[in-house]
């Protein structure tokens, strides 16, 4: 099999609006609230400068997103655009790469409820809440993405209740005086070091990876040309600017990060401006929003990642059947489901959490240049437009991605490296060392 025609049965429901909301709970408006503690100490407190540098790489890269997803509006993402805009080997390579993410998100999300769990309901074993979280997001996947963003809905609210509750508190103590504006989340002139900065936006990066989720529910969106681009860019902004103001804020809270426990560093935050009864519920809104939203999102996103690659016949093609009466991809959906059980029952977060950048910056590096080969030095175009569209804003993403990808720890790199050695492995034994065709998709019986 060479080539495989698009006749996809993925159902059709999701609006510009419902693909905003999957992203944006994907990227999970709390996370701050979550990972604070860990960012505190490699950008010597200057969180929300990490932030703001995620949101300008991704912004760039969302915008090279924009162009493929017009021009390609399939499931696969990173696999259908770096295929479509190269080559189909490029194209395993690059979506392999991105798959180590996904495959992982799942994990790193039921991991951080378990442990908000185990802190919130001491009697309850570890195990229990693992198995629960992956049980119901593997049965709501069956049920269908239209579920999964109804879902999401709910748990939009909560968030946006607890971060609600943390702004207002906040502005109230700075005008009664009790706190005063301070810059050490954005400059730190005592420990100032861009390269902690980098590796902590390094792991920020994870916090945005929501834009990508949005491009692979193509296929089951409404004008997908149009509202594919529109919800990333919306998502992206609109998170970005959310995160660094929540952590401008922490940092008026808390300018002696330092003295911060960095495994509750933001719920002791929290403590400050509102007291006990914020600190639980935004334990509960943690552990739902990573375990149910965020879990239920990965799960969805990295499904759909592995049906078109079963599709095309790079992977096996049992991952491209469909479930009879909800026509979602469910053999792809339960080994997501087993493979996240197994991970989060073996691995500790901190290791999980050191892999998740590497396929994600490599995908985006890939991903940017694929967009100035096929439309600006392939393409018919000679406008400064163009060389705006086509080759400054995807070449920025490229450069900032890969300032990023560059500033990742060595075990990220090593245990990405070997990832993506499976990957050409795969390729290698797939295409008898290159010697019939990579398959991939044929667009022509939709276009």
């Known amino acids: 099999m060479e080539e495989t025609g698009i006749g996809s049965g993925l159902k059709v429901s999701l609006s510009t609006k419902d693909l905003l909301v999957y992203g944006i709970t994907f990227m999970i408006p709390v996370a701050p609230l979550a990972f604070y503690g860990s960012f505190l100490e490699p950008a010597n407190g200057m969180v929300a400068l990490a932030y703001f540098i995620g949101m300008v790489a991704m912004l760039f890269t969302g915008f090279s997103y924009a162009t493929m997803s017009a021009a390609f509006p399939y499931s696969g993402s990173v ?6 805009g190269t080559n189909a080997g490029l194209g395993f390579i690059g979506g392999w790469g991105i798959t180590l993410d996904y495959f992982l998100i799942p994990v790193i999300t039921y991991l951080i409820s378990q442990s908000f ?10 195990w229990v809440w693992i198995i629960v979280l992956v049980v119901f997001n593997t049965w709501i996947n069956i049920l269908g993405s239209n579920i999964v963003t109804k879902v999401s809905w709910i748990l939009f609210v909560l968030q946006g209740l607890v971060l ?3 702004i207002i508190g906040t502005l109230k103590l700075l005008f009664t005086g009790a706190i005063q504006p301070h810059a050490i989340s954005w400059y730190n002139p005592t420990h100032f070091n861009i390269q902690g900065v980098l590796q902590a936006t390094g792991i920020v990066i994870v916090s945005y990876l929501g834009f990508d989720a949005i491009s692979t529910l193509s296929e089951e969106t409404e004008n997908p040309r149009q509202s594919v681009g529109r919800a990333i860019i919306l998502s992206i902004v609109a998170i970005g600017l959310l995160f660094v103001v929540i952590t401008t804020l922490a940092g008026f809270v808390a300018p002696d990060y330092q003295k911060l426990n960095p495994d509750t560093a933001f719920l002791g935050i929290l403590q400050r401006v509102g007291g006990t009864w914020l600190v639980k519920l935004a334990d509960i809104t943690i552990i739902l929003s990573f375990g149910f939203a965020s879990g239920q999102e990965g799960q969805t996103a990295i499904s759909r990642i592995l049906y078109a690659m079963g599709r095309d016949g790079i992977l096996p093609s049992p991952l491209a059947k469909l479930h009879r009466k909800y026509q979602t991809p469910v053999n792809a959906i339960l080994l997501v489901g087993l493979i996240s059980l197994v991970i989060s ?12 950048s590497f396929g994600a910056l490599f995908g985006f590096i890939l991903l940017n240049l694929s967009v100035i080969w096929k439309f600006y030095i ?9 060389f705006v569209k ?23 790199k090593i245990l990405g490296a070997i990832w993506i050695l499976v990957g050409l492995v795969i390729l290698l034994v797939k295409t008898k060392f290159f010697k019939t065709k990579t398959p991939s998709l044929d667009f022509s019986s939709k276009d």
Do not use: C, M, R
């Open 345 to 356: 029952l073996t691995l500790s977060q901190t290791a999980v959490s050191n892999l998740i």
């Open 378 to 386: 392939k393409g018919d175009h000679d406008s400064f437009l163009a």
């Open 117 to 126: 769990g185990e802190s919130l309901l001491p009697d309850v074993p570890g």
């Open 164 to 166: 609600s509750a943390f």
């Open 390 to 412: 086509y080759a400054l804003s995807p070449f920025i993403g490229f450069a900032v991605s890969s300032w990023i990808f560059l500033s990742l720890s060595l075990d990220a």
């Open 79 to 84: 696999y259908t655009y770096v295929q479509q």
